[in-house]
């Protein structure tokens, strides 16, 4: 058996107007060099100048991983040369990351672990290749998209451990609104170290590095198929390669370069952008607006409202149901339990039948509560409720209104239903000797059918069966005499 010791390198595009040095647009396209500047083609003479709302979600993020920020923004150039960066050198941050030394609490199924952050920090994106047989093309439209890197400790054991890390990070991005890190557009991608070492070395073992993963599935299969092989190699005493591999189709990782000593990369503070000292009042206008995140109100649900793990992490998933479900609670709506299950069912079931997102949702949370309140205090009843909410959604109508113009609340008035449940056994003969002469006790539930029917479905069911099993056993006792 072996130490599994991972670390990751996840790359987040920013969500900004322009990209981080130039004013060039910083949107997914499909048409190729369709969003370039100087800036972004490395022309000479070229002055980058720094996106502010790129550095201020920089270190929105950096604050949500727990990170020390520093004092002032610094960026420097990383030298080295590559068809996808014609200027030679990528202005990134080595002396002055947004933030170093922090964590993101997970949760791998039910368990709790904290994954340590080594630093976040800033840089530009490089332009991205098209590989023919005999030549590559060049697309300048990611050439300077502001782009956040996240270096881990090796401190990750697992692929379970490291797709929960990557999932919880994603929600981080969009909790914090900073990115919509779609792995399909390339916004969010990863970088995977993994070594294997026995369990009573202090010496980590052998690193082999796979770039550039977008899919958390074929992360998990490069985990998984990395651990596999290496574990051959070193129970047949063989020794593994410090190289770089990539990742197949068919969830085999395959070599592409021998990597045997960090590469110097000849940092040096760039010289045309002068530093920017942060204020604390700056960062703490910053630290404001970081959301409550996934994590905690998992934590919260469960103990505030006595919610299953399964239930808390389905809300907190996303931060707009999140949202939804404590503000139809802030309405007053009770029991909580009762809640969470319709949002769960109701709310996130017509999203994804409709096809539309929680803003196109047209009940909002006040109009919810409104409609639990009336359930909980037995006024309509639970399908009611819910044909009502389904009616609402189609006609765009406020449900209470709907509820007042049809008069629709529950027939609690034990005379009223019972003269409909006489009125059922009077028209229902044969079903009656079924239950009296034959014994056959499913009849009560037909004729709660029946009583639902007369009554457009408003009377109390439960008092609507009780009535039914009295009138039955009165006639079963009559015809005994």
Known sequence: MYKVVIGLEVHCELKTKTKNFSNSLN????????????????????????????????????????????????????????????????????????????????????????IFIHQLHLEEDTASLEHYNNYSLIDYNRSGIPLMEI?????????????????????????????????????????VNISLMKPD???????????????????????????????????QGGKVKQETR????????????????????????????????????????????????????????????????????VLAKDKGIADYFEAVIKEGAKPIES?????????????????????????????????????????????HGKKIIYQAIKEKKDPIDIIKENNIEQIKDDQIILQHVKDALEENPLQVDQYIKEGKDYVKNFFVGKVMQKTNRQADPVLTLDLIVKELEKRKDNERK
């Open 27 to 114: 949107t997914y396209s499909t048409v190729p060099n369709e969003h370039v500047a100087t800036v972004d083609m490395g022309l000479p003479g070229i002055l980058p100048v720094p996106n502010k709302e790129a550095v201020r979600k920089a270190l929105k993020t950096a604050m949500a991983l727990n990170c020390q920020n520093p004092d002032e923004v610094i960026f420097d150039r990383k030298n080295y040369f590559y068809p996808d960066l014609p200027k030679g050198y990528q202005i990134t941050q080595v002396t002055k990351p947004c933030g170093i030394n922090g964590y993101l609490d997970i949760f791998v199924g039910e368990e709790e672990k904290r």
């Open 151 to 191: 270096v881990t400790e090796p401190c990750i054991t697992s692929s379970d451990e490291a797709i929960s890390f990557l999932e919880a990070l994603r929600n981080v991005f969009l909790y914090c609104q900073v990115s919509d890190a779609r792995s399909d557009k390339g916004q969010m991608r990863c970088d």
């Open 201 to 235: 070395d202090d010496k980590l073992g052998t690193k082999v590095e796979m770039k550039n993963i977008n899919a958390f599935t074929s992360v998990r299969a490069a985990i998984d198929y990395e651990i596999k092989r290496q574990t051959e190699i070193l129970d």
């Open 246 to 313: 990539r990742i197949d189709e068919d969830g085999k990782t395959y070599p592409m370069r021998e990597k045997v000593d960090a590469i110097d990369y000849k940092y040096f503070i760039e010289p045309n952008i002068p530093p920017v000292k942060l204020s604390k009042e700056y960062l703490d206008s910053i630290r404001q607006e970081i959301p409550v995140l996934e994590f905690e109100r998992i934590k919260n649900y469960q103990q505030d409202y006595g919610l299953s793990f399964y239930d808390a992490s």
């Open 339 to 383: 809640v969470a299950n319709w949002v769960m069912t109701v709310v996130l079931g017509t999203l994804n039948k409709l096809d539309i997102t929680l803003e196109e949702f047209f009940i909002t949370p006040k109009m919810l509560a409104g409609v639990l309140k009336l359930i909980n205090e037995d006024k309509i009843s639970l399908n």
